[in-house]
């Protein structure tokens, strides 16, 4: 089995922790050179030294926000002008929680801005690499609400629906092309994301974070939350060439958390 990306560049959105940071550390484990995407220089250029193959790979990190995504495409237009890239990783904190009755349209078109708009204007950015490269994988990180709605993440259940459509869609048109379009569903995974969901839940409960805690592990059937790194190796899978004929995919990562077929 082919699981090499010795060769290959790869963009990371993300990458300052959690989920897009175990990412691009798989992705460099398996020779990957990575550019990390966020918000935070400093935060970035901690973990773009970490990565294996160190400087000798020529990592990098790009500082940008998601929020403006026709600025956010323009930095990374300007940075792939030098080294086009061949696997883009598009990942962004999700919107904020709360019940869907009492979302404001900001919060609608801030979650639309920041996931499906700005998804989009970076593959723009990322496909003419690509075609040149004759390699392409697009990864999408979204969340197991695209099959099941979860209770009390509104926005978030509505704009992650919205890009797997937009994915599908993607993948169907860029499948003649050999270019592979893929969603990862991460179930509850360790990071400060999931920390702060449990947080906002024991405020509204009056309960001890803890409990809560207890609570969702107990609704995983592996009874634990994932690792970051385990959500990061079905990514990095997809990104290489052992992914080549699977595309239009939406994979959960969650435990067997998912009851749907
Ligand atoms: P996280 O909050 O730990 O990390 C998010 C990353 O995105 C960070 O690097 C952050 O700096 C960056 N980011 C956020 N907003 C940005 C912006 N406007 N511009 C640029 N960078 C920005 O999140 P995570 O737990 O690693 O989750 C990654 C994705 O997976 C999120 O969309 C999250 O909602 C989703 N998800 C997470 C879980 C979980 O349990 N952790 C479960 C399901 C889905």
């Given at each position: 089995m082919n699981i090499d990306l010795t060769g290959k560049h790869a963009l990371v959105c993300?990458?300052?922790?959690?989920i897009g940071r175990a990412t691009a550390e798989a992705l460099a484990e398996l020779g990957a050179r990575v550019t990390v995407v966020a918000r935070s220089r400093d935060q970035l250029e901690v973990v773009a030294g970490q990565l294996?193959?160190?400087?000798a790979r020529q990592h990098h990190a790009l500082a940008t926000d998601f929020s403006s995504p026709e600025k956010a495409a323009a930095d990374v237009s300007t940075h792939l002008q030098t080294q086009p890239a061949q696997i883009l990783v598009n990942n962004a904190g999700g919107p904020p929680p709360g019940p869907i009755a009492e979302a404001e349209a900001e919060a609608f078109l801030a979650g639309f801005r920041t996931h499906l708009v700005c998804n989009q204007l970076l593959v723009r950015a990322t496909l003419p690499g690509m075609r040149a490269g004759g390699y392409g994988r697009i990864l999408n990180i979204i969340s197991t609400s695209v099959y099941e709605p979860i209770v009390g993440l509104g926005v978030s259940n509505t704009v992650r629906a919205a890009v797997a459509a937009w994915a599908k869609t993607l993948s169907r048109e860029l499948a003649p092309e050999g270019i592979t379009v893929n969603n990862v569903l991460p179930g509850f995974t360790a990071t400060d994301r999931l920390d702060g969901l449990i947080r906002g839940r024991a405020e509204k409960a009056g309960v001890p974070e803890d409990e809560i805690a207890a609570g969702m592990r107990a609704s995983v059937p592996m009874g634990r939350f994932a690792k970051p790194g385990e959500v990061a190796d079905a990514l990095a899978f997809l990104a290489?060439?052992?992914?080549?004929?699977?595309?239009g995919q939406s994979l959960a990562v969650d435990g067997g958390r998912l009851q749907s077929i």
């Open positions: 993300g990458a300052s922790r959690g294996a193959g160190g400087s290489s060439p052992a992914g080549s004929y699977i595309s």
